[in-house]
Each structure stands twice: as structure tokens, then as C-alpha cells.
Nanobody, 126 residues
Framework: QVQLVESGGGSVQAGGSLRLSCVASGYGYNDYAMAWFRHAPGKEREGVTYIYGYGATMYADSVKGRFTVSRDNAKNTLYLQMNSLKPEDTAMYYC????????????????????WGEGTQVTVSS
């Protein structure tokens, strides 16, 4: 049974930091590219950051320089370090897995995600 379990969300003031974790089980984690998506009320779910199976990363412009994604393949765990948080970062954050170790511009979309976590809420107050 495939599971992606996120943790680390919470409420912080603007300028604060949070670290999200996502523990994966039930599939070959090392053979999957991983990502963090977020869904804010009234908006479409969007990709925040992508990490290849071998560690290369890509970020949405809105989080570049503030968020850092990493993965520990030995622990089947994905991380998202979020610094200098802004109220507009408020959203439900989802861990996502795509079969294959690479991302391409065409596959960085919800339709290509094989597994989703249930999400963890991040709320940033001004």
C-alpha cells in the first residue's frame, strides 16, 4: 500500500519558517521524482518545487530563494524548508510522487502525478 504522509505544517507569522516532511512507503521511492504542490482557497493547485531522483531541483518563481527542497533516499523522506514566509504562502501543501526519476516541463502537472499525500496546512499571518 502506497503512502505519502506529510507533517510539519502549522501557523506562523510573516517572516517565519517551517519545515515540512513527507515520509513515503509502499513503492520504490528512489525511482520516483518528487514534488511539493500547494492549494490555496479560491486558487488552483500549483507546483511549488520539484526534485529529481538524483537530486536536481526546480522552483516556482514565487518561492525561489525562500524555499529549499531536499530528499533523503535512505529514509524515503522528502523535505521542504520554508523561510521568509509570506501570507500568500498560506495553503494546504501536498507531497507528490511521479514514476521515473526525471521531470520535464510537460510532466510538471497534476495529471502526471502517480501518488499524493493528504496534505498539511500552512497558515502565515501578517
Amino acid at each position: 500500500q502506497v503512502q505519502l504522509v506529510e507533517s510539519g505544517g502549522g501557523s506562523v507569522q510573516a517572516g517565519g519558517s517551517l519545515r515540512l516532511s513527507c515520509v513515503a512507503s509502499g513503492y520504490g521511492y528512489n525511482d520516483y521524482a518528487m514534488a511539493w504542490f500547494r492549494h490555496a482557497p479560491g486558487k488552483e493547485r500549483e507546483g511549488v518545487t520539484y526534485i529529481y531522483g538524483y537530486g536536481a531541483t526546480m522552483y516556482a518563481d514565487s518561492v525561489k530563494g525562500r524555499f529549499t527542497v531536499s530528499r533523503d533516499n535512505a529514509k524515503n523522506t522528502l523535505y521542504l524548508q520554508m523561510n521568509s514566509l509570506k501570507p500568500e504562502d498560506t495553503a494546504m501543501y501536498y507531497c507528490a510522487a511521479k514514476k521515473g526519476r526525471d521531470w520535464t516541463l510537460s510532466t510538471m502537472r497534476e495529471a502526471f502525478i502517480d501518488y499524493w499525500g493528504e496534505g498539511t496546512q500552512v497558515t502565515v499571518s501578517s
